[in-house]
C-alpha cells in the first residue's frame, strides 16, 4: 500500500451534475497529480498541484478544476459532468517539483449516467 | 473489480518462465521513466525507475532496461509467479514538464501455472 488514499470508491451521477473526488497524499509528499483512466487506456494527466498552486495541466477543458490544502490533500472538482467523464480516477503523490517516482491511491470509480 | 485491459497487448507466459514487457515511448526529451503494474480494480503500483543518465537498472525480480538511440525501454521479470498477472505500463517524464507523465497504452501479462 502507498499511503495514498481516495475518496470516496464509487460513485455514480447523472450528466450535468457536479462531483468532488478527494485524494490524501502520502505522509512527506507536498505533490499531487490526477490522471483519468479510461477503460482499457492508460492513465491521462490532468492537472498536477504543488504546494497549494496549479503546477501544470493537461488537455483537459476547464470545467475540471482542483485544489490542494495547506495539508497537501486535493480535490479534483468537476462540473457539468459529461458521459465521457466516466472513468478512474488516480490522484498521485510525490514530493517536489522535480522528476520523482510518484505514488497512486487507489483511484474513484466515477460513472455518469 | 473492472479490467483495465480489454484491448492491450497480451503476453501470455509459462510460471517460472523469464517475462520482457517492451514499451516505446515518443519524447527524445524524456529522461526519466517508471514501470507500473496495474491489476484489476485497483491504482498504479510503483515497480521500478530508471534516469536517462543510465542504461540499466535492477530490482528485485525485475530489470528495466533503457535504450535512448532508439527511445526503447524494456520491463524483464524474472521467475515469473501468478501474482505478477497484472497490465503493466511504461510512463515517462519529459524534463521540460517536471513531474507530468505520460503513459503508454499497456500490456497485459498472463501467468499461466
Redesign the interface.
Known sequence: E?G?TQSPTHLIKTRGQQVTLRCSSQSGHN?V?W?Q?A???????IF?YYREEE??R?NFPPRFSGLQFPNYSSELNVNALELDDSA?Y?CAS?Y????????????T?LTVT | G???????PTLSVQEGDNSIINCAYSNSAS??F?W?KQESG?????II?I?SNMDKRQGQRVTVLLNKTVKHLSLQIAATQPGDSAVY?C?E?P?Y??????????TKLNVKP
Do not use: C, M, W
Not at chain 1, 477503460?39 to 494527466?45: K, T
Not at chain 2, 514538464?97 to 499497456?106: L, Q, T, V, W
Open positions: 502507498t495514498v505533490t497529480s490522471y483512466q477503460l482499457g487506456q492508460g492513465p491521462q494527466f498536477q503546477n501544470g493537461g478512474l488516480l510525490s517536489g517539483q522535480g522528476s520523482y517516482e510518484q505514488y497512486f491511491g487507489p483511484g470509480r | 473492472e479490467s483495465v485491459g480489454l484491448h492491450l529522461d526519466y517508471i507500473y485497483k491504482g498504479p503500483q510503483f525507475d534516469r505500463f510512463a517524464n524534463q514538464n517536471f513531474n507530468k507523465f505520460y503513459f503508454g497504452s499497456g
